[in-house]
């Protein structure tokens, strides 16, 4: 069986045809801003339905063995991988990433399959001293229940499978809410979870009117827990609507990662690195480099290297191979990224770069672009910018920069180059980021946890912890 261009929902096993529905909404390729095709329009009904097919499929996978929801994941790995390059496709048709960047997207979401096929035979309690000569105490783990997850579109496979796969390994049935602006994805992971055998009603993957289906997730009662990735604003909206039920939350949200080049750092290898993490995604992703602090002694040499490499980045469609950058999502980010740097400028801000590009005028593609002389509290130092932006700031010394990294409500990622070992412990201790990259700027993968403090987020993605989000902790204590 191929994957194709499902146009359908995918309630309790069965898919709801466009054809069918009443309403739709279009989806764009944001290389050319063409329809890639038009997607039911659901909203509280739906979403009812959909949170009653994972209810009722709850008890029956909640009961089998860990080790046999661990071999529905490792089938589910094993045919993602057989259909890796059409999955990849889909996202690049809807995304507009690099075909390359949509690949490694896919084997990231196949190292989730396989981390927490194993992780399912893990889900250890604790026998615990008792404190009475009569009673012998324990605690177990057991699934939470049915999970909302409400996604991105920025790696909107990835995303799914770090929620998709902790949820299925401990046990729950999930409600997914793709971004409406890639819902295509997600439904390519539907049909892979149906040809490797997913009972029906374990994954639903419901879109449409975002605020209606949010709000039946977040305060419906059959919904046991809410895992959120998107931007601050909304992560903190689903948080409140939550409360009423006391709903768990984890939350993955914006971040405003500061990237700190010290004076004796190996700038080579920083400016390989900022780069590459940059520019991954067209810079729209939420551990991108966002304040970029150079320390006075070097910016100017860093600079100049930086401008010779990022010469070599090729803006293009996807789907061409020649290119190493894709467009934005929509029009609006492109706008947002304009008004940003016009604010920049009128701030002291100085545009000491801007690529040339030649890619189709009516796709959403941005030039890169560097600023210097940015100043704080404006705009560009508080917003996450979330593409091709360099945003140069300048420092002079070890405290002034830790405090200036620090400055900020968000505190998800964040990246130092240096080559003083003593400083690697200092700074890595200081910065108050769930995530800090010290000469390295690879942050997410399936064997660590991956999340943010402050208004970064809540709980952790990946990892020996990422399973346990999905379970509640049950004492027993057994008198006798
Ligand atoms: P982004 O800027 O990455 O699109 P958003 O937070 O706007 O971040 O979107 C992330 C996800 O949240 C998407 O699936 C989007 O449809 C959804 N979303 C946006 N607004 C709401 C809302 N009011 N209620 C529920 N979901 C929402």
Redesign the pocket.
């Known amino acids: 069986m191929g994957i194709t261009l499902k146009n359908a929902a995918y309630i309790g096993g069965k898919w709801h045809e466009s054809s069918s529905f009443g309403k739709t909404f279009p989806v764009y390729n944001p290389a050319n801003n063409e329809v890639v095709g038009h997607l039911p329009y659901m909203g509280t009904q739906e979403s009812i339905s959909a949170i009653e097919a994972a209810a009722n499929a709850f008890p029956q996978w909640s009961s089998l063995l860990p080790k046999d929801r661990g071999k529905y994941l490792r089938k589910m790995a094993d045919v993602l991988t057989t259909h890796k390059d059409e999955v990849a496709r889909v996202i690049v048709t809807e995304q507009g990433k690099i075909l390359n960047e949509a690949k490694a997207e896919i084997g990231s979401s196949i190292a989730y399959l396989e981390w927490f096929s194993e992780e399912a035979k893990r889900i250890y309690g604790d026998i615990v001293p008792q404190t009475r000569p009569n009673q012998r105490l324990f605690t177990m783990r057991q699934p939470i229940g049915v999970v909302a997850a ?5 790696f909107p496979s990835s995303i799914i499978m770090r929620k998709l796969a902790p949820s299925l390994a401990a046990g729950c049935s999930i409600v997914i ?4 602006e890639t819902p295509y994805t997600a439904l390519a992971i539907a049909q892979i979870a149906e040809e490797a055998g997913i009972p029906p009603g374990v994954i639903n993957i419901i879109f449409g009117d ?2 209606k ?3 039946e997730l977040c305060t419906s009662s059959k919904v046991k827990m809410l895992t ?1 990735t ?2 601050t ?3 903190k ?2 948080m409140a609507q939550c409360a009423n039920t006391v709903k768990k939350v984890t939350l993955e949200l914006g971040g405003n990662s500061p990237f700190i080049v010290f004076e004796d750092a190996d700038i080579k290898k920083a400016i390989t690195d900022l780069i590459s993490s940059k520019l991954r995604n067209a810079g729209q992703t939420c551990i991108c480099p966002n304040r970029i602090f150079l320390h006075k002694d070097i910016s100017k040499e860093f600079i100049q290297e930086l401008k010779l490499e990022i010469n070599k980045i090729k803006i293009g469609t996807g789907l061409d191979d020649t290119s190493t950058m894709g467009p934005l999502i929509n029009d609006a980010a492109v706008q947002k990224i304009k008004d940003l740097i016009q604010d920049s400028c009128k701030h002291k801000g100085e545009i000491i770069y801007e690529s040339s590009w030649n890619a189709p005028r009516n796709g959403n593609f941005n030039p890169i672009v560097m600023l210097k002389n940015n100043q704080d509290n404006t705009l560009i130092e508080k917003t996450e910018i979330f593409g091709p932006v360099f945003s140069i700031f300048t420092f002079a010394s070890e405290d002034e920069v830790i405090f200036k990294a620090n400055n900020t409500n968000y505190g998800l990622s964040s990246y130092f180059y240096t080559n003083d070992k003593d400083r690697i412990w200092r700074v890595a201790e200081k910065l108050e980021y769930g995530m800090v990259g010290a000469n390295n700027v690879i942050l997410s993968s399936e064997v660590a946890s991956f999340g943010g403090i402050k208004e970064s987020g809540i709980g952790r993605e990946g990892g020996k912890q990422g399973i346990f989000e999905y379970l509640e902790d049950k004492f027993i204590a057994m008198g006798f």
């Open positions: 409400i996604t991105p579109w920025n809410k793709p971004s409406e975002s605020k289906i949010g709000n959120f998107g931007s604003r909304v992560g909206l689903l």
